[in-house]
């Protein structure tokens, strides 16, 4: 049985290529994300020392792994599980890097005091006036 000059086969073995990059992408992604909140919370920790190079290799490795090594080792078995692979891994990381500054953001806010709070609400949105002019 052919569709389209590609064999059942063909078609099945695409689909799952499909789901396993987008599996493989998903846990990638979320795994990248706690690897760079750990560099972030040893770097502020710690700063730039010896310290930090001694704790974070693993981390650093495994952020190479996910965007680099992986991926060029599925592109020689199948574009499409690559492709897919790469889609939602940039997709999901770009969204989590987004969340965590808008919680760090949110965290921040909610440790000032009530009137510096209302103080920058006001310097914001006199500049939003501002610019509307």
Same mark, same amino acid.
């Given at each position: 049985?052919? *569709? ?8 099945? #073995?695409? +689909? ?6 987008y599996f493989? !992408? ?19 920790? &710690? ?9 974070v290799p ?24 690559? *492709? ?8 999901? *990381?770009?969204?989590?890097?987004? #969340?965590?500054? !808008?919680?760090?953001?949110?965290? &921040? ?5 009530? !009137?510096?709070?209302?103080? +920058? &609400? ?8 501002? &610019?509307?002019?």
């Open positions: 049985m052919s *569709f389209g000059g590609l064999s059942f086969e063909q078609i099945i #073995n695409g +689909l799952l290529y499909f789901v396993s990059g493989f !992408a998903i846990f990638s992604s979320r795994h990248s994300l706690a690897c760079l909140a750990r560099i972030r919370q040893i770097y502020a920790e &710690k700063g730039l020392s010896l310290a930090l190079f001694m704790a693993l981390s650093i490795l495994f952020i190479l792994f996910a965007f680099l090594i992986f991926p060029s080792w599925l592109t020689t078995r199948t574009y499409v599980g690559a *492709f897919t692979y790469y889609a939602v891994l940039l997709y999901f *990381f770009s969204k989590g890097v987004r #969340n965590a500054r !808008a919680a760090e953001k949110q965290e &921040k806010e909610d440790s000032m005091p009530r !009137a510096e709070r209302r103080r +920058l &609400k006001r310097e914001e949105k006199k500049k939003s006036a501002d &610019k509307a002019q």
